[in-house]
């Protein structure tokens, strides 16, 4: 990775928001807007094109977190030691800080856990089988707060990822181009192609649109929530358990990543949320496991899909955070991409995303 593409990010982000219009794309200022939580959001897309057939299981964030952390290790690691909470660098180093994220010694939260949320997530999508060579793969990245400082990282570890082979039969991709989508959701824009300066867009707080009179959320890839030491299936979800869990999400990320943590009455809102009624339940349970090389065996990871509908004049205290949770996710393993959620309006739906096997008119590839 050059130096030019290394630390060129950052200074090129005040030069972007100008060249592409200040409204909507400089950082937005969440205390303007009334807004409880202050975490900067970067949505990213990586184009990689197959240089030969490649096979890729449905929910590949396991192999592409697996590829994602070995590269960054070797890019950060200058002490090569095996175990990486014994090195003199571990509370310093880039990689500790993105993939295992110790907590700070003087936290005030966390202190008995070995690691904090990350400030990532891979949206692989949902499609594999085989696609032929030349095929365009699209992997969705989602940073946080200071997460985002790494972007160039990001990038040049999944470029090299990719052309080392994803997956048991390290199938090689090239990475072609990334882009960057606006704060509003509606545009994406290319900052990078492969080659020189990374040219991204400041980060900014996802702000949302009006509270609507009823609201659908759809369960895009398997959610894995857990109430009392039990994951919850379709018959038992609830959404005070649901938003619980992204309360405590949405506050960690906040305190480990953002400027500024989140101060809210958690214990008020988690009451309130426990009794707010679920309408138009259509949820199933998706059975997924994978086998961890780390932990030396397979892991259970299934979890919901479907969809559920709210009324809007019962969650105006969640709609901050659950506007948020589409970025951020819910549940269990969220860097793998589970757990991603889409708000359905009538308005002001964020644009679908496709990440996963695309033709070249953006369709799907079938598996």
């Known amino acids: 990775m050059s130096d030019t593409f290394r630390w060129s990010c950052e200074q090129n982000r005040q030069e972007e928001a100008g060249r592409y219009g200040n409204a909507g794309l400089a950082r937005m200022d969440s205390r303007s807007n009334n807004l409880p939580v202050e975490l900067t959001v970067g949505s990213y897309r990586m184009h990689f094109r197959a240089m030969e057939s490649v096979r890729l299981p449905a929910y590949a964030g396991s192999a592409w977190r697996g590829a994602l952390g070995h590269a960054l290790r070797r890019l950060f690691c200058v002490t090569r030691k095996d175990d990486c909470a014994a090195c003199l660098l571990y509370r310093a180093c880039g990689y500790a800080y993105v993939f295992e994220t110790p907590p700070p010694l003087e936290t005030g939260k966390l202190r008995k856990y070995p690691a904090a949320p990350h400030p990532f997530v891979l949206m692989p999508g949902s499609v594999g089988g085989m696609a032929p060579a ?5 992997l969705g990245l989602s940073l946080f707060g200071r997460g985002n ?3 160039p990282y990001f990038i040049h570890a999944l470029a ?7 997956g048991g039969q390290r199938h090689r991709l090239q990475l072609e181009r990334v882009e960057q989508c606006a704060p ?16 991204a867009l400041p ?13 659908s959320v759809e369960l895009e890839t398997p959610l894995r929530v857990k109430c009392e030491g039990s994951v919850l299936g379709p018959e038992t979800f609830s959404f005070g358990a649901f938003f619980s869990n992204l309360l405590r999400r949405i506050s960690l990320l906040t305190y480990f990543h953002g400027e500024t943590p989140l101060e809210t009455d958690f214990k008020g809102l988690v009451a309130a949320a426990r009794a707010i009624e679920i309408q138009d339940r ?6 997924w496991k994978r086998y961890s090389s780390r932990q030396g065996q397979e892991m259970k990871l ?19 955070y659950l506007w948020l949770g589409q970025f951020v996710h819910a549940g269990a393993v969220t860097t ?10 009538q308005e002001h739906n964020l644009p679908e995303a496709r990440f996963g096997w695309q033709t070249s008119d953006g369709m799907e590839v079938e598996a």
Do not use: H
Request: charged share 20%.
């Open 134 to 138: 030349g095929s365009l793969f699209v």
């Open 149 to 151: 400082d790494f972007l």
């Open 160 to 166: 090299q990822a990719a052309g080392r082979g994803i």
């Open 203 to 215: 980060p900014a707080v996802p702000v949302p649109p009006p509270l609507p009179e009823t609201v």
């Open 302 to 320: 299934g979890g919901m899909l479907g969809q559920f509908r709210l009324r809007g004049a019962d969650i105006a205290p969640f709609w901050p």
């Open 336 to 345: 793998m991409g589970l757990g991603r959620y889409r708000l359905i309006m």
């Open 282 to 287: 259509v949820l199933e349970w998706f059975d």
């Open 184 to 199: 509003d959701g509606e545009k994406w824009f290319s900052i990078y192609d492969g080659d020189g300066a990374c040219r």
